[in-house]
């Protein structure tokens, strides 16, 4: 079993960028596939990013392909979210999770959350 806690979120001007960072307990951090989504008021969590056990392998939503960038510091058992160019509509709460396998764009195949952490972009 994994716990995770998000940190890094707040108040950014569109165009400006923040950095995620997502600090799992346990010694096994290097066995699980992360992923990051974000939920918006009155819409569905969705899937921004993940990214493999080594980090060699990353996937993204179209929606921020070269925009956000997702890596991992298996020593540090941490995995981040830098956000750039951010648009009022990254507006939302982004949560870290964790799972056993290949990684996956569906929410339900993970396993362990995070808390969230609020990110809110102005124009």
């Known amino acids: 079993q994994v716990q995770l806690v998000e940190s890094g979120g707040g108040l950014v001007q569109a165009g400006g960028s923040l950095r995620l960072s997502c600090a799992a307990s346990?010694?096994?951090?290097?066995?699980?596939?992360m992923g990051w989504f974000r939920q918006a008021p009155g819409k569905e969590r969705e899937f921004m990013s993940a990214i493999s056990r080594d980090g060699s392998s990353t996937n993204y939503a179209d929606s921020v392909k070269g925009r956000f960038t997702i890596s991992r510091d298996n020593a540090k058992n941490t995995v981040y979210l830098q956000m750039n160019s951010l648009k009022p509509d990254d507006t939302a709460v982004y949560y870290c999770?964790?799972?056993?396998?290949?990684?996956?764009?569906?929410?339900?195949?993970?396993?362990?959350w995070g808390q969230g952490a609020q990110v809110t972009v102005s124009s």
């Open positions: 346990g010694r096994t951090f290097s066995t699980y596939t």
């Open positions: 999770a964790a799972r056993i396998g290949i990684m996956i764009v569906r929410d339900k195949a993970y396993a362990y």
